[in-house]
């Protein structure tokens, strides 16, 4: 079993940064696909970001590519998303989760370990 647990989250207004982190537990991540979901108020959760196992793949939303930046640190276990410029409608509850067969399809089907998620809220 793998658990993981985000933070970083907070408010911020429209334009600033925030940095989530992912902490990963239990077992190792290294063979993992991991992803970044977020849902919005009376929103679907969606697809943000994603990285393969090795750093080699990295795959974004639309909304957020040029924005967003999703890195990992195998070592430490660790999931991170940059996230800068941004904007009102980034207002979420984000999520790390992890895929234990290593796929690089990031969709919310395809994960197989979640995150408890951490609130961003962003000021217009």
């Known amino acids: 079993q793998v658990q993981l647990a985000e933070s970083g989250g907070g408010l911020v207004q429209a334009g600033g940064s925030l940095r989530l982190s992912c902490a990963a537990s239990g077992r190792t991540i290294r063979s993992y696909g991991m992803g970044w979901f977020r849902q919005g108020p009376g929103k679907e959760r969606e697809f943000v970001a994603g990285i393969n196992w090795n750093r080699a793949i990295t795959g974004y939303a639309d909304s957020v590519k040029g924005r967003f930046t999703i890195s990992r640190d195998n070592a430490k276990n660790m999931l991170y998303l940059q996230m800068n410029s941004l904007k009102p409608e980034d207002t979420a509850v984000y999520y790390c989760?992890?895929?234990?067969?290593?796929?690089?399809?990031?969709?919310?089907?395809?994960?197989?370990?979640w995150g408890k998620g951490t609130v961003v809220t962003v000021s217009s």
């Open positions: 989760a992890a895929d234990s067969m290593g796929n690089s399809r990031w969709t919310v089907d395809d994960m197989d370990y």
